[in-house]
């Protein structure tokens, strides 16, 4: 829940003020932008929580849109036009077999450790695999599990939802979905006793996920 805005001896700027100067540092930032961050940076009074609510309102409908990232806010291309930037904005990102395995393993069962992608894969993760996923952004460290050996996990990063234009690893796409875009094949997940024919969204999914 949003706190309420201190109280201040000076007047606040009006609402459509206060939507004009977030909508300015969106614009002109190159990273998404918290809530926090906005509110470090607008007058005193200043409530930037409900002024991105008025300004998403007004650019539902819109070629370019006000997206949430994670905890961040930025403007993006709407996606039903993204084809559209298609020339300007895809970059030539080859990863092998190994390394969309396990970006697909961290994303659906995140938290998880390296010994954990590795039990679900069937065969150990290099750690150049690894590695190219850290270097791109789309994985980072996560809190160290309390086991013996308090082993490091993986999450996803806000780098991965931004190009995947998810809000969050909840809005990652069943079983059914993927494989309705022909992006899985038929054959059962690694470490899924479920058949082909099973379409039943991953087990637990919800509560596997950090916001």
Request: charged residues 30%.
């Amino acid at each position: 829940m949003n706190e309420r805005p201190e109280k201040s001896l000076f007047e606040a700027p009006v609402m459509a003020e206060q939507e004009r100067m977030v909508e300015a540092i969106l614009f002109a930032s190159a990273d998404p932008v918290t809530v926090a961050e906005l509110q470090a940076r607008l007058p005193h009074g200043c409530d930037p929580a409900e002024a991105l609510t008025h300004l998403r309102r007004r650019y539902e409908g819109r070629g370019v849109q006000l997206a949430r990232v994670g905890d961040a806010w930025a403007f993006r291309t709407a996606a039903d036009l993204g084809f559209l930037m298609r020339k300007e904005t895809v970059e030539q990102k080859k990863l092998s077999r190994a390394a969309i395995e396990t970006l697909a393993i961290v994303a659906y069962h995140q938290p998880v450790t390296r010994a954990e992608i590795e039990e679900i894969r069937g065969v150990a993760v290099s750690r150049g695999t690894i590695d190219q996923l850290l270097e791109l952004e789309w994985i980072r460290f996560g809190r160290r599990r309390m086991t013996p050996g308090r082993p490091v996990t993986f999450v996803v990063t806000e780098s991965f939802l931004d190009h995947f234009g998810l809000e969050s690893a909840r809005d990652l796409p069943g079983i059914k979905e993927l494989r309705a875009a022909g992006l899985l094949d038929n054959r059962p997940l690694p470490g899924s006793t479920k058949t082909p024919d099973e379409d039943e969204p991953v087990t637990g999914q919800s509560e596997l996920f950090e916001d």
